[in-house]
């Protein structure tokens, strides 16, 4: 107790010092600073993360991935709906978001969370994620909620940091807000929407951590994509790991035109580079994807 209380203290003096030294553009790193110090190459990739001179993400190596399908499994109610089997096929590599890790005896190969809202009313949930052996996307702010509640020696999952894009601003992991250029050589940009090619130079959210998880997705280099409740509708419904009592709030029915128009994009890449994607929500409002139920599931796999 008396220790947390003393890192808290220290952190507002950190934070109150920050202020003084850096100008507003550097403001979102007032949390980090100067406990982090981070590694990029000469282009600015993000390449590694230390927290207290210690080794805590490691954007070089990247975990190969044994299948070339793999399953996205977003948190919409219809998941609900999908056979137990569904969520059990080797051929298939898991990838979750948010609360996912309800859904039981699944293996995530990768995990991403970047809501910092999430982690703080569910961390319940986001500890599950930090004790299996996934590896686990995150942003800075993100990742320093966790190393604020958990040491690091108890982490078991691989973590790789990620730089949103949220309105064509990116804040800069201990460096200036940027508008970010999306003429990049690893932006695919179409009617001024963009889409990461190398999720280490920034990753577009637009309002949906699914949206960043078909970008890590490309960066797999899967070929196959089948993406589980991705319902983008009955926004007044609680997730399937929710109840109407502990319900989150949610800002996809203010964004539900710019998120669907995003997804419309990443449908245009992965035609582009001969990637098949399937949305298993038969009465999703997301219309990019072919859609599949899961009694046809049984040709695919």
Known sequence: MFYSLFNQVLRNIYKFVYKILFPKEYKHNRRFWPLYRVQRNVDGRLEKVFF???LVSNNLELVPTTNKKC???ATGPSIQQLPSKVFQNKEIDYIGVNGAISLEN???STYIIIDHNFVDTRFDLVEKVLQTNCTFYTTPRCLDMILRRVKFNNIHCNIKTIETITRGL???FLDKEIHVNKTAEYIYTHNNFGFSKDIFYGTFDYFTVAYVALQIINALNYKEIYIAGLDMNNFNKPRFYETNDDKQPTSLDIHTETVLHAFDIAALFFKKNQIEVFNLSMNSAVKSFNKVSADQ?????
């Open 52 to 54: 207290k001179k210690r």
């Open 71 to 73: 399953m996205l499994i």
């Open 106 to 108: 699944i293996h995530y």
């Open 170 to 172: 990116m804040e800069v």
């Open 297 to 301: 599931l049984s040709k695919h796999f």
